[in-house]
Nanobody
C-alpha cells in the first residue's frame, strides 16, 4: 500500500508563494509518476501538474504554466509543487497522486492509483 501525505498549504496574499510537499511511502518512489491536482469549492478536481518517474518530463495546466513548478527528490521520496504569483482563483484543496510504476506523464485522474488527503491553499486578494 502506498501512502501519500501532503503538507505546506496555508493562507497567502495574492502574488505570494507557497511550496507544497508530498511524502510518499510504501512503494519504490523512484518508479512512480506523480501528479498534483486541485479542487476548488463547487468545481471538479483538475490536474495542475504531472511529472514522470525519472523527473525528466513535466506537464502543466495552462492556467498555472509559468507560475507553478513540479519537481521531485527521489532520495527523499518526495514530490514538490512550487506555487508562485498566486491568484485568488488558485484557492483550492491540493492533492498529490501516484500512478502505476514506470508510467509516463499521466493527465487522467482515473489512471492514478493512490491519493493523498489534500492540503488547503487559500489566496486572499
Amino acid at each position: 500500500q502506498v501512502q501519500l501525505v501532503e503538507s505546506g498549504g496555508g493562507l497567502v496574499q495574492a502574488g505570494g508563494s507557497l511550496r507544497l510537499s508530498c511524502a510518499v511511502s510504501g512503494r519504490t518512489f523512484s518508479s512512480l509518476p506523480m501528479g498534483w491536482f486541485r479542487q476548488a469549492p463547487g468545481k471538479e478536481r483538475e490536474l495542475v501538474a504531472a511529472i514522470t518517474y525519472s523527473g525528466a518530463r513535466t506537464d502543466y495546466a495552462d492556467s498555472v504554466q509559468g507560475r507553478f513548478t513540479i519537481s521531485r527528490d527521489n532520495a527523499k521520496n518526495t514530490v514538490y509543487l512550487q506555487l508562485n504569483s498566486l491568484r485568488p482563483e488558485d484557492t483550492a484543496v491540493y492533492y498529490c497522486a501516484a500512478g502505476p510504476s514506470y508510467g509516463t506523464i499521466i493527465r487522467a485522474q482515473n489512471e492514478y492509483n493512490y491519493w493523498g488527503q489534500g492540503t488547503q491553499v487559500t489566496v486572499s486578494s
